[in-house]
T-cell receptor, first 119, second 113 residues
Framework: AQSVTQLGSHVSVSEGALVLLRCNYSSSVPPYLFWYVQYPNQGLQLLLKYTSAATLVKGINGFEAEFKKSETSFHLTKPSAHMSDAAEYFC?????????????????FGDGTTLTVKP | SAVISQKPSRDICQRGTSLTIQCQVDSQVTMMFWYRQQPGQSLTLIATANQGSEATYESGFVIDKFPISRPNLTFSTLTVSNMSPEDSSIYLCSGWASTDTQYFGPGTRLTVL
């Protein structure tokens, strides 16, 4: 079984400030980890993923995340927030490994973090 | 990235009726899923759509309420049956791609009156 905890349902930062969105996971096997962004009235867009290669993962829009196995964390960061980053962010964990795994794609999502960027 | 399309994008339905949502994925996708996102909440997996056989449902979801078909590798439908206002949600089609990445469609926003 797996679970995801996103610490902080709402995060507010000033434009230009560091963005840090926290995600901790629980998994019985090495996981796949994802961060998605959802803008109002839109679907989910993949920001980045961890699949057991490099522990520091770079994604789109200047975001990156670091997989820390010892801390079971996968926090999302961006050095300088932009107004356009205001959105809902979801962390997700999947136990699937390889396209034939019966668990591939059965992701568990965190409750989401709403990011507000102040001018 | 994999391309996933859904239709309709939104609908308003009357209580007691049914709505069928269609999902089309491109050839990168090997597995298909249906998720639900209730208002202001996170995503919950409804079921895995299996090609040519019955879908595999997660706890709390049943075939009579959410019948799913997947007649071929790239197409699936989800029906929300005998709808009530509690079914008002965003329903998202998802695909697991051969690149070990999960993608989501734009969602179908359902309002039940």
């Amino acid at each position: 079984a797996q679970s995801v905890t996103q610490l902080g349902s709402h995060v507010s930062v000033s434009e230009g400030a560091l963005v840090l969105l926290r995600c901790n996971y629980s998994s019985s096997v090495p996981p796949y980890l994802f961060w998605y962004v959802q803008y109002p009235n839109q679907g989910l867009q993949l920001l980045l993923k961890y699949t057991s290669a490099a522990t520091l993962v770079k994604g789109i829009n200047g975001f990156e995340a670091e997989f820390k196995k010892s801390e079971t964390s996968f926090h999302l960061t961006k050095p300088s927030a932009h107004m356009s980053d205001a959105a809902e962010y979801f962390c997700a964990v999947s136990l699937g490994r390889g396209p034939d795994s019966t668990n591939a794609g059965k992701s568990t999502f965190g409750d989401g973090t709403t990011l507000t960027v102040k001018p | 990235s994999a391309v996933i399309s859904q239709k309709p994008s939104r609908d308003i339905c009357q209580r007691g009726t049914s709505l069928t949502i269609q999902c089309q994925v491109d050839s990168q996708v090997t597995m298909m899923f249906w998720y639900r996102q209730q208002p202001g909440q996170s995503l919950t997996l409804i079921a895995t759509a299996n090609q040519g056989s019955e879908a595999t449902y997660e706890s709390g979801f049943v075939i009579d309420k959410f019948p799913i078909s997947r007649p071929n590798l790239t197409f699936s439908t989800l029906t929300v049956s005998n709808m009530s206002p509690e079914d008002s949600s965003i329903y998202l089609c998802s695909g697991w791609a051969s690149t070990d990445t999960q993608y989501f469609g734009p969602g179908t926003r359902l309002t039940v009156l």
